[in-house]
């Protein structure tokens, strides 16, 4: 055995990175320091503190320890300098943006990101003179053309929803480096366990740990990483805008965490076998999976990612009556949004997420009324794959009367 001191792997980073061996009263879990503000000892002690001479905290909206450890297991995980951990994952996006951009910038965006960010990016930005451009994603090209000399950033989704479309991050890089912008990637869907950005050399990396960071369906959560440089003027931002996560919902995060290597090893593979399931399935028309060799990014995928992570997407043979009876007939599997919990739950995009839109504007975005996003959670692939089989072969059948 060589003297040198191995550095652990995910497994135990995630269970005891980022937080002292010396315990706060000798706790091994994580204190829950549920405190709005934190008391001077003395005038001393306050001119030890704006001196600088002594990091401490000082009121809750400006950090908690139980915060500040989350942000250093999470930062660990990604490979990133440092962390900011927020209310949600849509806090993070957002306060994140807003860090960025001043009157007369321009941002580029792809137009398979979330719901909420486009809507940010497109509407809400304008208003305080911010251009935004959204491009097609996949198109290297037309992202080429569209940043400018005012460009501020590029962002985008990787993989996306819920066609698990899967970006070329060396590309993106190089266009990025060629014209001098920033890069920034929402990488929920990957986890640091699939997919690391920054070491593509691109510069802050958004998750929604709403997902599979926490895992187990229970809170919302976001976090942005990247070089302690740039979270420096994100951090600043965030203590005004407020989106603070509390020290309770702060320790379900770091719980969920000690588990989340397993949990993403474990979907890795149930999501694989269930999509080779619906793939060979007759009722089933088409399946997105970025890990199966049908997938058009499958050759990326393989290159730039280790797990194809918990999400299959998959069309239903039939019409909008035979998606109806596929759902209605679904045992363990609950109809829900989000992903990267224990429970498997689907969505059916049509009639949830678009159900304001018209049938003509839906099939535009490639929302069909037969489309299908499973999210696997933890449970025996065996009870997957039957509940699904017994749902294909109801949703096949025309209901007599
Ligand atoms: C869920 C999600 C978000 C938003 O996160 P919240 O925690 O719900 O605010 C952003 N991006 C992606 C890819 C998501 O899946």
Do not use: W
Not at 174 to 192: C, E, F, N, R, Y
Not at 217 to 238: F, Y
Not at 247 to 274: D, I, Q, S
Not at 277 to 284: A, D, M, R, T
């Amino acid at each position: 055995m060589s003297g040198k001191k191995r550095t652990p792997g995910m497994a135990s980073r995630a269970i005891h990175a980022g937080e002292p061996r010396e315990r706060y009263a000798d706790t091994l879990t994580t204190p829950i320091f549920q405190t709005s503000t934190f008391v001077f000892k003395d005038s001393r002690d306050i001119e030890e503190y704006t001196k600088g001479n002594k990091p401490r905290f000082e009121y809750g909206r400006y950090g908690n320890p139980t915060e500040l450890i989350a942000e250093r297991r999470l930062a660990d995980l990604e490979g990133a300098e440092d962390c900011l951990v927020f209310s949600s994952g849509m806090m993070a996006i957002t306060t994140t943006i807003l860090s960025l951009v001043k009157t007369g910038d321009h941002i580029v965006i792809t137009d398979d990101s979330y719901k909420k960010t486009l809507e940010f990016c497109r509407s809400y930005l304008q208003r305080f003179g911010v251009e935004c451009t959204i491009v097609p994603f996949g198109d290297y090209g037309a992202l080429d053309r569209a940043i400018k000399k005012n460009t501020r950033f590029v962002f985008s989704e990787s993989p996306t929803n819920p066609y698990l479309n899967v970006f070329d991050l060396v590309l993106l890089k190089k266009i990025a480096k060629k014209h001098g912008v920033m890069t920034l990637i929402d990488s929920t869907i990957a986890t640091p366990i699939n997919q690391r950005p920054l070491e593509y050399g691109i510069d802050l990396v958004t998750h929604s740990a709403t997902k599979y960071l926490s895992g187990h369906n229970d809170i919302l959560a976001g976090v942005v990483m990247g070089s302690k440089e740039l979270i420096a003027p994100i951090r600043t931002l965030h203590k005004s805008m407020g989106g603070l996560i509390d020290a309770h919902c702060c320790y379900l995060l770091l719980r969920g965490l000690k588990t989340f290597p397993m949990r993403v090893e474990r979907m890795n593979r149930t999501a694989l076998k269930v999509a080779g399931f619906l793939e060979s399935h007759p009722g089933v028309e088409r399946v997105y999976y970025p890990f199966l060799e049908s997938h058009q990014h499958h050759d990326i995928a393989r290159e730039q990612m280790t797990g194809g992570g918990c999400v299959v997407t998959f069309v239903l043979k039939g019409d909008m009556a035979a998606a109806k009876r596929f759902l209605d007939s679904l045992g363990m599997i609950f109809i829900g949004p989000s992903f990267g919990g224990a429970e498997t739950l689907i969505t059916h995009p049509a009639t949830v997420s678009y159900y304001d839109y018209t049938r003509e504007q839906r099939y535009e975005l490639g929302i069909i009324d037969t489309l299908f996003r499973l999210a696997v959670g933890l449970e025996d692939v065996d009870d997957i794959i039957d509940d699904l089989d017994r749902a294909l072969k109801l949703a096949g059948k025309r209901k007599r009367r």
